[in-house]
């Protein structure tokens, strides 16, 4: 693997906050295949079981907030990375409407401390994670550009949109690309994406998680909000966005120094009642009631992206559809559940052959 992207990550010394989430565990795993030396800032692992602890990795892992600048700044002065990749994040909706103080927290403060430690530690190249709740919701049919506002009803919304305004404003204000390798020599970008799904995610209030646990335990799933419309994707359709965009800025290619959507074509946009009928069609042990629970807490009906600039400019584009992707997350789960083994290795190499089989560029 590792001549993916260009072969930029091999040896290159990389940080990754969040690594013991979902996400950050599917890229740290990904950054070894490739040969870079992976350093890991995050909280403990959030859940039990957990992806990172099952993988086993034998990295730097550090245990750290990200509001905690004295820490953070001794981890950038010990490994010196060359690029950071900050996905540390409090992630989720509901838990962000009962503790909006430590969403804020984490997502606008402490996205503030892990740049300012780039910035003292003059690291080359930051790819920052957000979300597509960052775009001011309207409901419209059509999906969000990176030019939209943002903005955010929910208060995990709300930060994300907080946390890209900051975001852009360090880029203006410190690694202004007018003055690269004049006065800096540091490019950011910021990566959005929608609804992420696929292997060892256990966070609570999550679809897929919800229905694979349910489904463990021989229990029905609940669900809310069956109407709902969301991209879905596989964790490792945004990961090379990222992971491309990332490269560009190794490259010290300037252009692409700016935001970028992530996310499914059109036929990936399926209601949640939908989601779970597919899902059934690979373990047919799934059982669901609609949740009848009245005064639930607003979250968003319909909400997508419009990703042509990264198709165009990054020549980036989804490899799974949503069968597939809906297949290899539910498989993932049935082979941990009653066999007990990792499908992780064994997904990261059919997504790759599937990218090589459409020629799509990071894995040419």
């Known amino acids: 693997m590792q001549h993916l992207f260009g072969g930029i990550y091999k040896n290159k010394t990389v940080l990754v906050t969040g690594h013991t989430g979902f996400k950050g565990s599917w890229l740290v795993y990904w950054l070894q295949k490739m040969g870079a030396n992976v350093v890991g800032y995050s909280l403990e692992a959030p859940t039990q ?4 602890e099952l993988l086993g990795l034998e990295m730097v892992s550090v245990i750290g907030d990200i509001r905690d600048f004295e820490k953070l700044d001794e981890t950038f ?8 990749f900050h996905l540390a994040a409090q992630a989720l909706v509901r838990y962000s409407y009962e503790n909006p103080i430590e969403t804020y927290e984490t997502n606008v403060i402490g996205t503030l401390k892990v740049f300012e430690a780039c910035r003292k530690h003059q690291v080359k190249a930051i790819v920052n994670i ?13 999906g969000y550009r990176e030019n939209d506002p943002m903005g955010g009803y929910d208060p995990y919304s709300s930060s994300k949109g907080c946390a890209d305004l900051l975001v852009t404003s360090y880029r203006n ?7 690269y390798q004049k006065t800096h020599h540091t490019l950011v970008a910021t990566c ?3 609804n992420v799904i696929g292997g060892g ?3 609570q209030d999550r679809l897929m998680t919800d229905i694979m646990v349910s489904v463990s335990q021989n229990k029905k799933v609940s669900i ?12 490792l359709e945004p990961l090379s966005g990222y992971l491309h965009v990332g490269q560009k800025l190794l490259e010290e290619k300037v252009e692409f120094a700016e935001a970028w959507n992530f996310g499914p074509s059109d036929e990936g946009s399926i209601c949640v009642e939908e989601v779970v009928l597919h899902v059934k069609k690979h373990w047919d042990k799934i059982d669901y009631e609609i949740s009848q629970m009245p ?9 997508k992206l419009d990703c042509s600039k990264a198709h165009i400019k990054l020549h980036w584009k989804d490899v799974w559809e949503s069968e597939q992707t809906f297949e290899k997350t539910v498989l993932w789960y049935k082979a941990f559940y009653e066999n007990g083994v990792l499908w992780t290795q064994h997904d990261l190499e059919a997504y790759i052959a599937n990218a090589k089989i459409k020629k799509i560029e990071w894995a040419k």
């Not at 957000?130 to 059509?142: L, M």
């Not at 809310?224 to 964790?235: E, L, S």
């Open 49 to 52: 079981p957990n992806h990172f």
């Open 201 to 203: 995610d256990w966070a």
């Open 77 to 84: 002065a010990r490994y010196k990375p060359e690029i950071v």
């Open 130 to 142: 957000t979300s597509d709740k960052a775009y001011e919701n309207k409901e419209w049919v059509w």
């Open 224 to 235: 809310r909000n069956p109407k709902a419309t969301r991209p879905w994707q596989h964790v």
């Open 295 to 303: 005064n639930q807490l607003h979250e968003a009906n319909l909400l």
């Open 173 to 179: 204000s410190y690694f202004n690309l007018h003055e």
């Open 192 to 194: 959005r994406a929608g």
